[in-house]
């Protein structure tokens, strides 16, 4: 059984619509996600409110949903399990409601979660979707409290991604503790268009030329997502839908993304480590992607919305068992199989150059018994040493990219640049392919894998 990643979130719902927005969809993967916080808190947007009711109405849609969503999968949790774990963080701006005094419900169960990450042996991923004080005030309290051991044990069970910097907690935590893995797109106070995670939601006009937005317009909304006990607490876009989903999409487990390696990029957006051997700093960093308009762009944003389609897909596919009563017409995620391999870790290969291997995926099936399309691609970007992926070669596919079965030749060399990027890689280099499986259903559905080539000079 795929052991499930833990979610902690800390939200200013109630800013905008699209917070709630988020929380909609991130209940209808609760099967996947172990969700142990889901707590109201400030940012600059809305300073001095937190609102954890809107949170409990959204989990009333939910409830009433569940009987049908159980028929697809067993393990969606009772409405019950996820009341107790909303709460509430201090209604002041960012490092305000930091230090003594401060405590909170939310900053208190955030402890609390971390600590028995200790027993799992699993990281718990923090998602901040609004301001950070209640997880500073959480790491203030344990460094106030603690031995420096248990501080950095403390710090090295869990991981933040940050949708931007919603107040001034979040440095504050960078600097304080800077080996705690923290994903955020940095930039000028609220100039998020150049921000990866707009790459979500943005439209042309914000900045992403290139980027479809059918699946992202209001009738499409309405048409897919807006109907039924939890879709009808799916609010409409004001500014921009669902700014926050791409802090947890990297821990659905597709077969695509790892919440632990940012740098390999997945329906999250893909971030790098900056140059810092202090600090696990993860920041923007682009992809160059042929965009639905055939040109090509290259932009932090391409990093999330190269897979935008596949993941509004997925959402009216799960939003649609809520409501269907005859449960031969739902769409279930097909199964990929490589190498008779069928979980959803990634396949690792050890190869030479100019090696010429093979890779089959014609096991994979559809549940739903649709047909399936295949597409195997090259993801460059990843273990390029440059801006653009210029100094990784194309590999030869002989024709079999869009096929149940892969052929491909390896390169003759794994340096490909001069200087000291031929330097880093004259040793041996690692690539990425991915393998793309759809079902082509009446909503297609996609899953993953990821194959890695590690090739010896």
């Given at each position: 059984m795929t052991v499930k990643h833990r979610l902690f979130v800390l939200t200013d719902i109630e800013n905008?619509?699209?917070?709630?927005?988020?929380?909609?969809?991130?209940?209808?993967?609760?099967?996947?996600?172990?969700?142990?916080?889901?707590?109201?808190?400030?940012?600059?947007?809305?300073?001095?409110?937190?609102?954890?009711a809107t949170i409990r109405d959204v989990i009333s849609g939910y409830d009433a949903v569940r009987p049908k969503l159980l028929r697809v999968y067993s393990d969606y949790p009772p409405a019950s399990q996820l009341l107790a774990v909303v709460g509430e963080g201090v209604p002041l701006y960012g490092m305000e409601g930091v230090g003594e005094g401060h405590d909170s419900q939310g900053s208190e169960a955030l402890?609390?979660?971390?600590?028995?990450?200790?027993?799992?042996?699993?990281p718990l991923h923090v998602a901040l979707w609004g301001g950070a004080n209640c997880l500073a005030q959480s790491l203030w309290k344990v460094r106030a409290t603690r031995t420096p051991k248990e501080l950095?044990?403390?710090?090295?069970?869990?991981?933040?991604?940050?949708?931007?910097?919603?107040?001034?907690?979040?440095?504050?935590?960078?600097?304080?503790?800077p080996m705690l893995p923290y994903t955020v797109s940095v930039h000028g106070e609220n100039d998020y268009m150049g921000s990866t995670w707009i790459g979500f939601s943005g439209q042309p006009r914000n900045g992403l030329p290139g980027a479809d937005k059918s699946l992202i317009s209001a009738d499409w909304i309405r048409e897919n997502v807006q109907?039924?006990?939890?879709?009808?607490?799916?609010?409409g876009v004001i500014y921009g839908m669902e700014g926050d989903?791409?802090?947890?999409?990297?821990?659905?487990?597709n077969g695509l993304g790892d919440p632990s390696?940012?740098?390999f990029g997945g329906w999250g957006g893909r971030y790098k480590r900056i140059f810092d051997p202090e600090a696990r700093h993860y920041h923007d960093t682009c992809d160059t992607v042929t965009a639905s308009d055939g040109s090509t762009q290259a932009s932090a944003g391409a990093t999330i919305f190269r897979w935008r389609?596949?993941?509004?897909?997925?959402?009216?596919?799960?939003?649609?068992?809520?409501?269907?009563?005859?449960m031969s017409k739902l769409e279930l995620p097909p199964v990929v199989v490589v190498d008779g391999d069928r979980s959803t870790d990634f396949v690792t290969r050890k190869v030479k150059c100019s090696e010429t291997i093979e890779l089959d995926a014609s096991d994979s099936a559809s549940p739903s018994g649709a047909k399936l399309s295949f597409s195997w691609f090259q993801y460059k970007e990843i273990g390029s040493t440059l801006p653009v992926p210029v100094d990784v070669p194309t590999f030869d596919m002989h024709g079999t990219a869009n096929t149940s079965k892969l052929s491909i030749t390896m390169p003759k060399t794994t340096a490909h640049s001069p200087g000291?990027?031929?330097?880093?890689?004259?040793?041996?280099?690692?690539?990425?392919?991915?393998?793309?499986?759809?079902?082509?259903?009446?909503?297609?559905?996609?899953?993953?894998?990821?194959?890695?080539?590690?090739?010896?000079?």
């Open positions: 905008e619509p699209d917070d709630t927005q988020s929380l909609v969809r991130l209940l209808l993967y609760s099967n996947e996600i172990d969700i142990e916080g889901l707590v109201a808190v400030t940012s600059t947007w809305m300073r001095h409110q937190v609102c954890p402890i609390a979660a971390v600590d028995r990450g200790g027993e799992s042996g699993r950095e044990d403390f710090v090295g069970r869990m991981t933040v991604y940050g949708i931007s910097d919603q107040d001034d907690a979040g440095p504050w935590i960078r600097r304080n503790f109907y039924g006990p939890l879709g009808s607490k799916y609010p989903t791409p802090s947890y999409l990297n821990l659905i487990q390696r940012p740098d389609d596949a993941v509004q897909c997925d959402l009216a596919t799960r939003m649609r068992w809520t409501v269907e009563e005859d000291k990027w031929r330097m880093d890689h004259e040793n041996g280099r690692v690539y990425h392919v991915i393998l793309a499986v759809t079902s082509e259903g009446k909503i297609p559905v996609t899953r993953y894998r990821r194959i890695l080539l590690d090739v010896s000079p």
